[in-house]
C-alpha cells in the first residue's frame, strides 16, 4: 500500500505544479500579491479580518503597505468575547480603518430553520449560518462601502478542499456566490504553519487569547459543530454548554461521554 503523503507534502507539488503551469496565475510572494490587489482595486479593496492569526498577519502585512486599507470584520454574534475584544484592541492599536459586518438573524434562528452545522461538505456546499451570518453580511458590507475585491488569510494547508481549489484557480480569482460578486487574493495560501509562526515572531504580532486559553487551533464561532472534534473543544471551552448542544441536537448524554471523555456536568452533580 502506497504511504499516505502529508498536507505539507502536497501542498508543496502544487506550488512547484503552479509554478511551472503556463496557464495558471503563477505563484506569488505575500507581499507581491498585495502589491498587485492594492495596484488593481485600490479603495475598491478590503482585507477580510476574522481575529485569527493568520488574518491578522495579512492584516498587518496590508497595513505596511497601505495604513489606509480598509478592514471587514464579520461578527457572527457568535464569535468568542475575546475575539471581539481583541479585534477592537488591535483595531485601535494598529489605526484600522474598520467596518463591521453583522447579520440580521441569530446563529440559533438560522440552525432552527436549517439544522445545525455539518462536518462533511461533500455535495452539500456550506452550512446555512456560513451563508447567512457571513457571506450575506460581508455582501452588504461590500455593496454599501463601495469594495469589489478581498484579501484573506486563507492557508491551503487548514483543509483539502482548499488545496484542491488552489490548484484549480490559483492565488487570486473571481467569486461569483450567494450574489457575493468580488476579486479574493490568498497571499499567504501556501504558508506553512511554521512559516507563519516565524512571521509573528519576527514582528511580534499579537495573538488572539483564546488559542492558548482554550489550546485551540481555530478561531471562529463557539458554537460551531461544523468541524470534526467539535464536541472535544466545545468540553474545553464551555462544558456546561455542550450538554445542551446536544439536547438541542438530538443526541445522547452517552454519546457525549464517549465523544468527550469528559463526564457530564449533570452526572458530576449528582454524585457530589
Ligand atoms: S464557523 Fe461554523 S458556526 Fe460559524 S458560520 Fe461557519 S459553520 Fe456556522
Known sequence: MKPRRSQAQELADIRKAMRGCAS??????????????LGRHDRKLAVSWSGGRCSTAVLRMALDIEPEVKVIFGDTGVEYPETVQF?????QEWNVHLIIAKPDTTFWEVCKKYGFPYQSRVGKGKPACCRWLKEYPLRSAMRENGIEAGITGMRAVEARNRMWWTEQNGQFYFVKKYGLNCWRYNPIIFWSSIELARFESLRGLPINPI????????????????YKDWERVMARTHPKFLLKMKELMGQRVLDHYYRTQVEPPCHTERMA
Not at 492558548?212 to 461544523?226: F, V
Open 211 to 226: 488559542y492558548k486559553k482554550y489550546k485551540l487551533i481555530r478561531s471562529g464561532c463557539w458554537p460551531c459543530t461544523g
Open 24 to 37: 495558471a496565475t503563477g505563484v506569488f510572494s505575500a507581499k507581491k500579491l498585495i502589491h498587485l490587489a
Open 87 to 91: 479585534v477592537m484592541r488591535i483595531s
